[in-house]
């Protein structure tokens, strides 16, 4: 497999039990290749930001972005969009990639992204949890059911082949990444993962799918409040009419 050159946006909210163990297993898994992490943090106070300023000292390809979330519940669009605008800006990564830090996400799944894209000819990978042989390990059923509805409910809106809407493990190119910034996020909580999708179906970038082991939080609790799954549900149908309406269309 050919070293990897990644930029990597981590999105926290007090993940500070858990940003060692990333750190250390992107710096195993990825070591032989050129990567940065961007850690952009949405005011934790549970000294997260201190202990990745103290990462950052000894190592220079981790760097700190600081956000203020703009309200409750979830705000993941807003934190990846921003982790997405900064890796374009400050560095010149080939790929992009979104890793959670609650142990959901393997590193090393990014080099098999990367590998994929090459050998493919993609333009965005998506770890996905409904393809075959991909695993789901932790997850409580209610989630699981939920989870899948959400995402049958996609298919039939917007494109049938696309089976993993909602996870927000990727790896896509730079061309991929900066399409994103010359469209406005219609929303700033989980749902921007489907306008992600959007953009990129209605660009006809190529996107292709493969099997992930998702591990259910291992640490801290969910960002997620009760009202973001409502929520997500009709800003998910919002984005789906949008994108049928040509709405991000070049």
């Not at 946006?9 to 163990?21: I, Q, S, T």
């Not at 990367?114 to 998506?126: E, F, H, K």
């Given at each position: ?6 930029g990597i ?13 990333l750190f ?7 070591g032989?290749?050129?990567?940065t ?15 990745v ?8 390809r981790?760097?700190l972005l ?8 979830c ?25 959670d ?7 090393e ?27 789901v390990t932790?997850?409580?059923?209610a989630?699981r ?13 917007m ?9 927000s ?35 006809g970038?190529r ?6 082991l998702?591990?259910e939080r291992?640490?801290?609790?969910s ?16 984005v789906a009419?949008?994108y ?7």
């Open positions: 497999m050919s070293p990897v050159d990644v946006c981590v999105p926290v909210l007090n993940e500070r039990a858990a940003l060692g163990a250390d297993d992107i710096e195993l898994r990825l032989g290749g050129r990567y992490v961007c850690v952009v943090d949405d005011g934790s106070t549970d000294g997260t930001v201190e202990f300023e103290e990462r950052a000292r000894r190592d220079p981790i760097a600081k956000r203020r979330k703009s309200g409750p519940g705000r993941r669009g807003a934190a990846t969009r921003a982790g997405v605008e900064w890796l374009l800006a400050h560095t010149d990564h080939a790929f992009f990639s979104d890793v830090a609650d142990g959901a996400h393997r590193p799944e990014v080099a098999e992204g990367v590998a994929l894209a090459l050998s493919a000819g993609a333009d965005v990978v998506i770890a996905s949890k409904y393809v075959p042989g991909a695993v932790g997850r409580p059923l989630r059911a939920g989870s899948r509805a959400y995402n049958l409910m996609l298919r039939a809106l494109e049938w082949r696309i089976r993993d809407y909602s996870n493990f990727r790896v896509y190119r730079r061309a991929a990444a900066a399409l994103l910034l010359r469209y406005d996020a219609i929303y700033d909580t989980p749902v921007y993962l489907i306008e992600m999708v959007a953009i990129w179906l209605s660009h970038l996107i292709v799918e493969r099997p992930t998702y591990v291992q640490s801290g609790a960002k997620v409040i009760a009202t973001d799954f409502l929520r997500g549900a009709a800003g998910a149908a919002r009419a949008a049928r309406l040509g709405r991000f269309r070049p």
